[in-house]
């Protein structure tokens, strides 16, 4: 069974610092490019940061450049998201996702509320 399980995020004060962590079992994550996205309440689903399938290449939207680090370990299978200086507007739930040319997933979501 593929699962990519998440865990990480929780509460933190403004300029404070967070880690989003995604581990995969039942696949191999060095045939895919990742992902993070955060849903804000109602909000679309955004795309915050991604990585490439070898690590060379990452995005980041305009919001969090500067601010996180995307980063992946293919032999520990794992993917992370490094979230630091955060503001309130980074409050969401944020999905990690595996991707290629035929398949997708997703992890299960984690809350990151950013608040004083």
């Known amino acids: 069974q593929v699962q990519l399980v998440q865990s990480g995020g929780g509460l933190v004060q403004p300029g404070g610092t967070l880690r989003v962590s995604c581990v995969a079992s039942?696949?191999?994550?060095?045939?895919?490019?990742m992902a993070w996205y955060r849903q804000a309440p109602g909000k679309e689903r955004e795309l915050v940061a991604s990585?490439?399938?070898?690590?060379?290449?990452?995005t980041y939207a305009d919001s969090v450049r500067g601010r996180f680090t995307i980063f992946r370990d293919d032999i520990l299978n794992w993917v992370a998201l490094q979230m630091n200086s955060l503001k309130p507007e980074d409050t969401a739930v944020y999905y990690c996702?595996?991707?290629?040319?035929?398949?997708?997933?997703w992890g299960q979501g984690t809350q990151v509320t950013v608040s004083s």
């Open positions: 990585i490439s399938r070898n690590g060379a290449s990452t």
């Open positions: 039942g696949l191999a994550l060095d045939n895919f490019d």
């Open positions: 996702k595996a991707f290629n040319l035929t398949n997708i997933y």
